[in-house]
């Protein structure tokens, strides 16, 4: 195989096309939704709202700006923890990214806001398409290092397509409920990320082993997109929430179990060591676990004891996968997981997705009051032979679906992906900035000398 | 004495036991306050609420956010200034705030929150949590590099009994005014750790001298933290006061007082130097004092002038002591403060408790107005025979109060920190990570070549 | 010449008489505006307000932050891309910001705020001056490197007082639209900076060309700084917009231009090089160039795709900008710009403006309502005679005006900042950290080893 890793025509060519017919699509497609228009000024005189504090931009907009730091620099850092591949990790993210939020708005828009000549889009839909590519970032960090970002162009073209068909199923028809998306972000994500790693198995990566481990300053920089993940997770699990009571228990909920979760990685970290050492591979990841594990429920009524018990097991579980489960994916089934997806967001996602369908089967009208539970489950809008226990039932069924769209999405975009005219890198060349990027060369010296003597001296 | 540092039972048991019990008393004691339950539905209602914005979620929400960050990158990132101790900095903050948030979540509750059954929380518990675990944060800075994680744990669970213990006194017995806890947080967690720090006076610290310089880039991850601190101090001093203008004039006059003192910690920094270079040390946090001397008074009437007179000198006592006080510190009293946090909280601390003294007596109803005053000091919750001059007097007296129960708290703790088994590291390696971590190899060559030979040239 | 860069005794005179005169011109002139003063609590009354929540900082509290973050972080970690000099670029940084926004406070709140008597503050105030001050650091950019911190005070009063001028000009002489500032913040600052930067002329900057480079590190201390800027943009240009529809669409607006905005710039930058690589420097500045060209026209009726349009321009020409228009300035015009302030702000910034220009002039009853478009332009406060062509010619006089004043005052304050003894530093000492701060010694072994030999083996 001839490895052409020179992008000069294929990747200007995939993001310069790629953004005129987002330009066209926007142009024929996308509008204000009626509170970001100026006719709102009409409309609120209309509605009799009293305030214009009633525009949805008062009740989401701090969250969606904390939604928008973690996909831009939470999941950016965190991968830059690898020595060598800290300009693609944090770049690339932001490539993909900004390619997928802009398609996102438009698949989520015509499958969601829609009202049959124009996608209305307001503050909610910037917060679902940052979701979107949030699936995206997590599978991106499956198959990190290993591949172009022509590849990763066309990964995120397939990938939000797929999710957007896969939240319409569960959110429109099966109606579950899935606020910070356990099942349609995490599960998805991961699982989708790691078939794609499936088919792009490559026997020879041991040739690049040497730069999958990171350097002092490179777990530093990382550890940026850790914090930034876990203090705003909060605001993701709760974003796209109901106003009001729903929202602000998902706040609540999530920030007990991402507590919780810190506990037992630091205890399962050292705990596995020969030396009870911390690695920070557990600290970077399997802290977050309990933002995931929450995604479903976290408006639910599970009680603060009940997230800490999700965040608890969250973190054991993860930390486990990092030490037993990843090397057995590679050794035995070919799965080379770069950053870990599976331990961090495919795992928790099924345990949120389960807890989300237990949870919502024992809901009541104790827990929740009568008006509660209409409001919490939107029970009005929904069909009238509404159950707790059915809605557990198609809680569970919106876990499979996600499954099963990853899987065989992942498959697909898999073998188109190995496609060998993508410019990927060979075996020995993975997670090597240098490749696809222009290196600075280092100083000649790194010492940086107080009393430097090329600098002359100050006059007395 | 035998120093054994392997914590592979010691710290999973602690984390594990402590997270095991937090469960079973958040199962017993916690359930959410009105605006986070199901019930809000209904209570709307009732109380003849207008709309949902009315829930307590959207006063304090972006305020809430801005602490947490405050707390886990702020304090995180500005103790990794240690040349070989930025894993321990980062991670070891993190895990000493994310059990403290959860045992101040009870501990608080029970004294502030309490039902007569349950504990009720919502976003105000949350933001006081973060605030508790910032005055652990603090006291952190004091014996950062020479503690084991095991010891932080235990720290950590007294300091915030203590906290909140001496929190109820001030608030509730006395009744003062601390919004942004410059006696509460700052003064006592300060005083607490340098009390700490004393008891556990190492004697040949200087063996490990040379780690406890920075380098270049350690400099640079710190700023991170100095500059969010810096940025989001309106947050915290406003985060808990009274809705609508205490908020508003919180958040300017931390910002005016923030802004002077980057400006006399710059001279003040330049004219100790004999070549009026600028010192990284002062720069990253006697340019934050300006915050923690406005915590007292940030919601009261200082004025925007008064608030930059306070910024002013805090910039300059707290240079002067960096310069002067710490040296003097660790060598004739024995306090070996690693970070400074005497000239950062402890006698920043101190001026904003006498500075809300001082402000508190000379209230009156020209600058506050009669509902104004009212509102401002809570009177019509209080006793009849409110003055202004009796409230400057409770004030003071709660500063002695904190400095009281930080000095004889932090005694006990030394006491109990001081015993041999604890996973203490010997004098010769403290500030060192790779005690407690497991550290990653340095690539042979540092070099990252931009025509690495290592790759394969791309086909033309 | 003698070059003198002791600066042990001009700095901190500079700071703290700067610092004394600004308390003393704020105890004179600077109150609170009635939303935070305590005597709100009545006028809530009088004003029938139903809530708290009318309070303007509910209003615009979440944005301000997001400004404040841009300005501090954002501008200052950008800046440290350069391998020597990254205290100076944070710092510094740190410090024209820290005593920019309290002239700023003071500049336009006599130019705008003054009510005979006071200048009267509330969080509006405060977002102005952060801007003010954004258009200090677009400033700083082009002489980043090459100044003193002295002088960088002496250029912050100088352009704080003319910006305010210039922006009294715009916004209320000719009622410009200008929200997220392209003519007042971009267009303004870029010039005025490059114009200050071609007086002060460096023929010997080629000897200090080694430390203009960057490094592996300082390029992702660096990402910090563009995607802070980059995630926070939709909060800059919709922070002070009109509550409601226009704060809401300013944010959908700019979001979409900087997504764009990334494909082109990374399209550029690979299509550039003749290996295909990309270049760090266009994606940590081109790739805002988006937020840059949309501040004018933010909260009009662009579109989405127009916003689209906008980004994809903006992010192509920028990048030309510093591939091609950079080397020309300097070599041509002796203009030696460090950062390309000149392709990220002096461009884009008049791309903005001919994009509002024309905007306002294609305004319309159908596009905006006949309320939203009263309400858009201000119109009941305006004159009669308004007509969107009109809107449209202040619009481009009003770029001009920005363009001319940025020129002019560049040249005055040039020749002011050439005086000789200001501290700067010779042409081969430019770019370097150890001129003006004490820099840390690198450790004698930079490898961390796992198995560190000076490491007391633990007991078994």
């Not at 907009?61 to 591949?85: A, K, N, W």
């Not at 909920?253 to 979760?261: I, W």
């Not at 899987?407 to 020995?428: H, K, M, N, S, Y």
Request: glycine share 8%; aromatic share 12%.
């Amino acid at each position: 195989m001839i490895w052409n890793t020179n992008l000069r025509w294929r990747l200007p060519v995939a993001c310069l096309l790629l953004e005129v017919a987002l330009i066209a699509l926007f142009g024929v497609f996308v509008r204000y939704d009626m509170d970001a228009d100026p006719h709102w000024v009409q409309e609120k005189v209309i509605k009799n709202l009293s305030t214009d504090l009633e525009n949805e931009f008062y009740y989401r907009y701090p969250s969606f700006q904390d939604v928008h730091v973690m996909i831009f620099v939470g999941f950016g850092f965190l991968m830059t923890f690898l020595q060598r591949y800290g300009y693609s990790s944090v770049g690339f993210n932001f490539l993909l990214a900004a390619f997928g939020i802009q398609w996102a708005l438009l698949m989520q828009g015509w499958l969601q806001s829609f009202d049959g000549r124009y996608i209305l889009v307001d503050l909610e839909n910037l917060i679902n398409a940052d979701f979107c590519v949030g699936s995206v970032c997590v599978a991106f960090g499956a198959v990190l290092g290993k591949v172009s970002p022509v590849q990763l162009l066309i990964m995120t073209l397939f990938q939000v397509t797929l999710f957007s068909i896969n939240e319409y199923i569960l959110l429109n028809l099966l109606e579950v409920k899935d606020s910070g998306g356990s099942m349609t972000i995490h599960a998805f994500g991961a699982y989708f990320g790691l078939t794609v790693a499936w088919i792009l198995y490559r026997p020879n990566l041991h040739l690049s082993k040497e730069r999958q481990s990171s350097t002092y300053h490179s777990d530093l920089f990382a550890m940026i997109g850790t914090l930034f993940l876990w203090m705003y997770w909060p605001s993701f699990n709760s974003a796209i929430s109901n106003h009001g009571d729903a929202q602000h228990r998902a706040a609540i909920n999530t920030y007990c179990s991402l507590a919780a979760c810190v506990l037992t990685s630091v205890a399962l970290s050292s705990a596995l060591h020969r030396k009870g050492k911390l690695d920070m591979v557990h600290i970077q990841n399997a802290t977050l676990a309990g933002g995931v594990g929450l995604g479903t429920v976290a408006e639910l009524m599970v009680l603060p004891f009940g997230s800490l018990i999700i965040g608890f097991v969250c973190g054991i579980v993860s930390t486990l996968g990092f030490v037993y489960l990843t090397p057995f994916l590679e050794s035995r089934l070919h799965i080379q997981d770069t950053c870990g997806v599976h331990n961090l967001h495919g795992i928790p996602g099924i345990i949120g997705g389960i807890a989300g369908a237990v949870t919502a089967s024992i809901a009541n009208i104790d827990l929740y009051g009568e008006e509660g539970l209409a409001y919490a489950f939107g029970i009005e809008r929904s069909k009238l032979n509404w159950s707790p226990n059915m809605q557990g039932r198609f809680q569970a069924a919106g876990l499979f679906v996600s499954l099963a769209m990853a899987l065989v999405g992942g498959v697909i975009v898999g073998v188109i992906l190995r496609l060998p005219f993508w410019g990927q890198a060979p075996d020995e060349n993975c997670f090597e900035d240098a490749v696809y990027w222009e290196i600075p060369k280092e100083p000649k010296s790194t010492a940086l000398r107080s009393e430097d003597s090329s600098i002359k001296p100050p006059e007395p």
